[in-house]
Protein backbone atom coordinates (compact mmCIF):
# COMPACT_ATOMS: atom_id res chain seq x y z
CA UNK A 1 0.00 0.00 0.00
CA UNK A 2 0.82 3.42 -0.14
CA UNK A 3 3.05 5.22 2.83
CA UNK A 4 2.72 8.04 4.58
CA UNK A 5 6.14 9.39 6.56
CA UNK A 6 5.81 11.16 9.62
CA UNK A 7 8.56 12.87 11.30
CA UNK A 8 9.49 13.67 14.21
CA UNK A 9 8.43 10.56 16.09
CA UNK A 10 9.46 11.66 19.08
CA UNK A 11 10.12 15.29 20.26
CA UNK A 12 10.29 16.87 24.05
CA UNK A 13 10.27 20.95 23.41
CA UNK A 14 10.27 23.33 26.42
CA UNK A 15 6.86 25.11 27.64
CA UNK A 16 6.64 28.29 25.36
CA UNK A 17 8.15 26.84 21.97
CA UNK A 18 6.95 25.79 19.09
CA UNK A 19 7.65 22.72 17.44
CA UNK A 20 6.62 21.30 14.10
CA UNK A 21 5.65 17.96 12.64
CA UNK A 22 5.53 17.02 9.15
CA UNK A 23 3.34 14.13 7.25
CA UNK A 24 4.15 13.58 3.89
CA UNK A 25 3.15 11.41 1.17
CA UNK A 26 5.66 9.43 -0.45
CA UNK A 27 4.20 7.85 -3.42
CA UNK A 28 1.11 9.29 -4.17
CA UNK A 29 -0.53 12.24 -4.03
CA UNK A 30 -2.84 13.26 -0.82
CA UNK A 31 -5.56 15.84 -2.27
CA UNK A 32 -6.39 15.48 1.49
CA UNK A 33 -5.10 15.14 4.85
CA UNK A 34 -6.38 14.51 8.54
CA UNK A 35 -4.58 15.30 11.77
CA UNK A 36 -5.46 13.09 14.65
CA UNK A 37 -4.91 13.62 18.49
CA UNK A 38 -4.46 10.83 21.04
CA UNK A 39 -4.84 10.84 24.53
CA UNK A 40 -3.47 7.65 27.08
CA UNK A 41 -6.06 5.45 27.15
CA UNK A 42 -8.68 7.71 24.86
CA UNK A 43 -9.81 6.96 21.07
CA UNK A 44 -8.15 9.24 18.36
CA UNK A 45 -9.48 12.14 17.88
CA UNK A 46 -9.69 13.93 14.59
CA UNK A 47 -8.29 17.70 14.58
CA UNK A 48 -8.70 19.17 11.24
CA UNK A 49 -8.65 18.12 7.64
CA UNK A 50 -6.42 19.70 5.12
CA UNK A 51 -6.81 20.26 1.31
CA UNK A 52 -4.02 21.29 -0.68
CA UNK A 53 -3.84 25.14 -1.53
CA UNK A 54 -6.83 25.99 0.82
CA UNK A 55 -7.08 26.81 4.55
CA UNK A 56 -7.69 23.67 6.96
CA UNK A 57 -10.81 22.62 8.68
CA UNK A 58 -10.87 22.56 12.48
CA UNK A 59 -13.14 20.04 14.45
CA UNK A 60 -15.18 22.20 17.17
CA UNK A 61 -12.59 22.98 20.16
CA UNK A 62 -10.19 22.59 17.98
CA UNK A 63 -7.49 25.95 18.37
CA UNK A 64 -6.61 26.98 15.15
CA UNK A 65 -4.38 29.40 16.19
CA UNK A 66 -2.49 27.03 18.32
CA UNK A 67 -2.34 24.37 16.28
CA UNK A 68 -1.98 25.96 12.67
CA UNK A 69 -1.89 23.32 9.95
CA UNK A 70 -0.15 24.02 6.06
CA UNK A 71 -1.06 22.22 3.21
CA UNK A 72 1.04 23.46 0.71
CA UNK A 73 1.68 20.99 -1.71
CA UNK A 74 0.42 17.48 -2.82
CA UNK A 75 2.96 15.25 -0.35
CA UNK A 76 3.28 17.97 2.51
CA UNK A 77 1.14 18.94 5.38
CA UNK A 78 2.78 19.87 8.61
CA UNK A 79 1.05 20.78 12.47
CA UNK A 80 3.04 23.06 13.99
CA UNK A 81 1.97 23.41 17.65
CA UNK A 82 2.51 26.90 18.81
CA UNK A 83 3.59 28.34 22.25
CA UNK A 84 3.45 24.69 23.24
CA UNK A 85 2.08 23.98 26.62
CA UNK A 86 2.78 20.49 29.08
CA UNK A 87 -1.21 20.30 28.17
CA UNK A 88 -0.48 19.91 24.83
CA UNK A 89 1.87 16.74 25.49
CA UNK A 90 -0.16 13.96 23.36
CA UNK A 91 0.48 11.45 20.12
CA UNK A 92 -0.32 13.23 16.89
CA UNK A 93 -1.51 11.18 13.83
CA UNK A 94 -1.75 11.85 10.33
CA UNK A 95 -3.54 10.11 7.54
CA UNK A 96 -3.76 10.67 4.13
CA UNK A 97 -6.33 10.21 0.85
CA UNK A 98 -6.05 10.76 -2.65
CA UNK A 99 -8.73 11.03 -5.16
CA UNK A 100 -12.29 10.53 -4.71
CA UNK A 101 -14.47 9.83 -1.44
CA UNK A 102 -13.64 6.02 -1.72
CA UNK A 103 -10.27 6.03 -1.32
CA UNK A 104 -8.47 4.52 1.57
CA UNK A 105 -6.88 6.58 4.10
CA UNK A 106 -3.69 6.07 4.99
CA UNK A 107 -1.52 6.95 8.35
CA UNK A 108 1.63 8.40 9.20
CA UNK A 109 3.40 6.43 12.18
CA UNK A 110 2.29 8.99 14.44
CA UNK A 111 4.33 12.08 16.64
CA UNK A 112 4.80 11.79 20.49
CA UNK A 113 5.47 14.75 21.57
CA UNK A 114 6.31 15.88 25.14
CA UNK A 115 6.26 19.29 26.49
CA UNK A 116 8.29 19.73 29.88
CA UNK B 1 -23.57 11.78 15.88
CA UNK B 2 -20.73 8.51 15.80
CA UNK B 3 -18.80 6.58 18.22
CA UNK B 4 -17.08 3.59 19.09
CA UNK B 5 -16.78 1.46 22.04
CA UNK B 6 -14.34 -1.13 22.25
CA UNK B 7 -14.53 -3.71 25.41
CA UNK B 8 -11.22 -4.53 26.82
CA UNK B 9 -8.23 -2.48 26.51
CA UNK B 10 -6.36 -5.47 26.73
CA UNK B 11 -6.56 -8.91 25.07
CA UNK B 12 -4.63 -12.05 25.71
CA UNK B 13 -4.72 -15.34 23.73
CA UNK B 14 -2.70 -18.26 23.42
CA UNK B 15 -0.78 -18.90 20.29
CA UNK B 16 -3.65 -20.96 18.19
CA UNK B 17 -6.55 -19.78 19.61
CA UNK B 18 -9.21 -17.83 18.83
CA UNK B 19 -8.93 -14.01 18.48
CA UNK B 20 -12.08 -12.11 19.44
CA UNK B 21 -11.99 -7.74 19.37
CA UNK B 22 -14.79 -6.43 20.26
CA UNK B 23 -16.89 -3.15 18.97
CA UNK B 24 -19.33 -1.33 19.15
CA UNK B 25 -20.64 1.54 17.66
CA UNK B 26 -23.33 4.47 17.55
CA UNK B 27 -24.53 6.29 14.82
CA UNK B 28 -27.57 8.25 13.36
CA UNK B 29 -26.75 7.21 9.86
CA UNK B 30 -26.14 4.23 8.09
CA UNK B 31 -22.29 3.30 8.78
CA UNK B 32 -19.05 2.17 7.26
CA UNK B 33 -16.99 0.63 9.71
CA UNK B 34 -13.46 -0.12 9.80
CA UNK B 35 -10.92 -2.20 11.53
CA UNK B 36 -7.05 -1.12 11.48
CA UNK B 37 -4.02 -2.56 13.30
CA UNK B 38 -1.18 -0.49 14.67
CA UNK B 39 2.70 -2.34 15.05
CA UNK B 40 4.97 -0.90 17.17
CA UNK B 41 6.06 2.38 15.37
CA UNK B 42 3.87 2.16 12.50
CA UNK B 43 1.23 3.76 11.52
CA UNK B 44 -1.94 2.75 11.42
CA UNK B 45 -2.77 -0.15 8.25
CA UNK B 46 -6.39 -1.00 7.30
CA UNK B 47 -7.24 -4.36 7.90
CA UNK B 48 -11.17 -4.62 6.40
CA UNK B 49 -13.95 -2.25 6.11
CA UNK B 50 -17.05 -2.94 5.86
CA UNK B 51 -19.46 -0.44 3.32
CA UNK B 52 -22.90 -1.87 3.36
CA UNK B 53 -22.22 -4.69 0.98
CA UNK B 54 -21.85 -8.27 2.62
CA UNK B 55 -21.69 -8.62 6.28
CA UNK B 56 -19.00 -10.67 7.29
CA UNK B 57 -16.23 -8.79 5.48
CA UNK B 58 -12.77 -11.07 5.19
CA UNK B 59 -9.64 -8.73 5.51
CA UNK B 60 -5.92 -9.60 5.96
CA UNK B 61 -4.15 -11.62 7.60
CA UNK B 62 -7.01 -13.91 8.07
CA UNK B 63 -8.92 -11.98 10.20
CA UNK B 64 -12.74 -11.26 9.28
CA UNK B 65 -15.85 -8.94 10.89
CA UNK B 66 -19.37 -9.52 10.93
CA UNK B 67 -21.98 -6.26 10.58
CA UNK B 68 -25.17 -7.06 13.12
CA UNK B 69 -27.46 -3.91 12.79
CA UNK B 70 -29.32 -5.78 15.68
CA UNK B 71 -26.26 -5.75 17.99
CA UNK B 72 -24.72 -2.62 16.62
CA UNK B 73 -21.66 -4.28 16.87
CA UNK B 74 -18.43 -4.91 14.06
CA UNK B 75 -16.66 -7.83 16.19
CA UNK B 76 -13.18 -8.48 14.83
CA UNK B 77 -12.01 -12.53 14.66
CA UNK B 78 -9.45 -14.74 13.94
CA UNK B 79 -9.68 -18.63 14.22
CA UNK B 80 -5.85 -18.65 15.01
CA UNK B 81 -3.82 -16.45 16.33
CA UNK B 82 0.22 -15.72 15.79
CA UNK B 83 2.45 -14.27 17.56
CA UNK B 84 2.56 -11.98 14.87
CA UNK B 85 -0.70 -10.80 15.30
CA UNK B 86 0.60 -8.48 18.39
CA UNK B 87 -0.30 -5.46 17.85
CA UNK B 88 -2.89 -2.38 18.87
CA UNK B 89 -6.38 -3.02 17.40
CA UNK B 90 -8.16 0.12 16.36
CA UNK B 91 -12.20 -0.20 15.19
CA UNK B 92 -13.84 3.36 13.96
CA UNK B 93 -16.76 4.68 11.74
CA UNK B 94 -17.81 7.30 9.69
CA UNK B 95 -20.35 8.34 7.35
CA UNK B 96 -18.30 7.62 4.26
CA UNK B 97 -17.13 4.65 2.61
CA UNK B 98 -13.76 6.99 1.82
CA UNK B 99 -12.90 6.77 5.73
CA UNK B 100 -13.02 10.34 5.75
CA UNK B 101 -13.68 12.03 9.28
CA UNK B 102 -13.05 8.61 11.45
CA UNK B 103 -14.49 8.26 14.70
CA UNK B 104 -12.22 6.05 16.42
CA UNK B 105 -12.48 3.60 19.77
CA UNK B 106 -10.07 3.45 22.31
CA UNK B 107 -8.01 0.83 20.58
CA UNK B 108 -7.53 -3.13 22.04
CA UNK B 109 -3.76 -4.46 22.42
CA UNK B 110 -3.67 -7.81 21.40
CA UNK B 111 -0.71 -10.26 23.22
CA UNK B 112 -0.33 -13.68 22.08
CA UNK B 113 1.53 -15.67 24.45
CA UNK B 114 3.54 -18.85 23.22
Known amino acids: GAVVSQHPSRVICKSGTSVKIECRSLDFQATTMFWYRQFPKKSLMLMAT?????????EQGVEKDKFLINHASLTLSTLTVTSAHPEDSSFYIC????????????FGQGTRLTVV | AQSVTQLGSHVSVSEGALVLLRCNYSSSVPPYLFWYVQYPNQGLQLLLKYTSAATLVKGINGFEAEFKKSETSFHLTKPSAHMSDAAEYFC????????????FGTGTRLTVIP
Open chain 1, 50 to 58: SNEGSKATY
Open chain 1, 95 to 106: SAVSGTVNTEAF
Open chain 2, 92 to 103: AVSESAGANNLF
